[in-house]
């Protein structure tokens, strides 16, 4: 039978090793971060509900979740720290006795090959839950930067092997840039959270780190999700400011973001498989509405295959041991 009326892209689809052999992306466990919340005290494991599987960790249980990610290959973790207590300038982000400071020291001990990155913000510091200081209502964009600065060096100082900035104020990269080449750590490298959007899917971390607004929202200073284009003057902003990384963040529904940048920058691109596309997926496989697992990986897949060099997800250790079993 001949089938020369038509494109016979079926023949390459047909053998499970050629079509094997010709796979396009690949996703590995070691672009993968897996982030982590980290408390103060000892033994204590505290499920988000939202977000099944994942908890709050005292500092002793984040090494040993630490350790179990290194298992499958998962060799990086982003620490968000949730402290004792919280007031108006977010003064104990910067603290070495807090969670993720000691967090980041223990985990460099216990696996000195674990890739240790920190989120530098101050919304789970401030008792207004905002990324930064406030004037009046007003977020304080130019009282904010040396905070920031500060937070980043104090988790350099506890051994922290990146640092990245998610508070999404103007400058905040050549801030933390400066502070830290000033204090000697010139080459701990910072990934931006260059293009953050204001979005409802980061509604079950909120959750987890404790960190809701008490008033307004965050649409001053975070993106609104119908621009496109402002994501590239962002991203083109952090660059310039000295950002080693830059990252779009939420993924899912970002992925033409995530395309567009990796094609105007060569600057590696992370981006961020939020809290609530983790819920979402979680929520609906536990209803039996949907293959969990399948739906996880086609979902880090087309990350991959929008353009991520990195990808930041809950699911790291679950799509790790996917990978693992071949
Ligand atoms: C803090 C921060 C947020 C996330 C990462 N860093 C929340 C926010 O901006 O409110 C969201 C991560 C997630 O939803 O998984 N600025």
Redesign the pocket.
Known sequence: MTNDQYANLRRLRRNPTLREMLKENRLSASEFIY?MFVVNGTGVKTPIEPMPGINQMSVDIAVEETLKAKEFGVKSVLL?GIPKHKDSTGSSSSSQGEAVQQAVSAIKKASPSTYVIT?V?L??YTDHGH?GVLDGEDVDNKATLPLLAKTAISHARAGADMVAP???MDGQVAAIRSGLDENNFCNIPIMG?SA?YA?A??????I??E???RFGD?NSY?MAPTQGREAMREIAADIEEGADLVMV??ALAYLDVIKEASLQFDTPIAA?N???E?SMVAAAGQAGWLDQERSMMEILTSIKRAGADLIIT?SAIQAAKILSRG
Do not use: L, N
Not at 201 to 206: N, T, V
């Open positions: 982030p968000f989120d913000c919304c789970e990324c998610s508070a999404m959270y953050k979005s899917f980061y509604g079950p971390f909120r987890a780190a960190s809701s607004p965050r975070q963040k939420p961020y939020v809290s609530g983790y809950y």
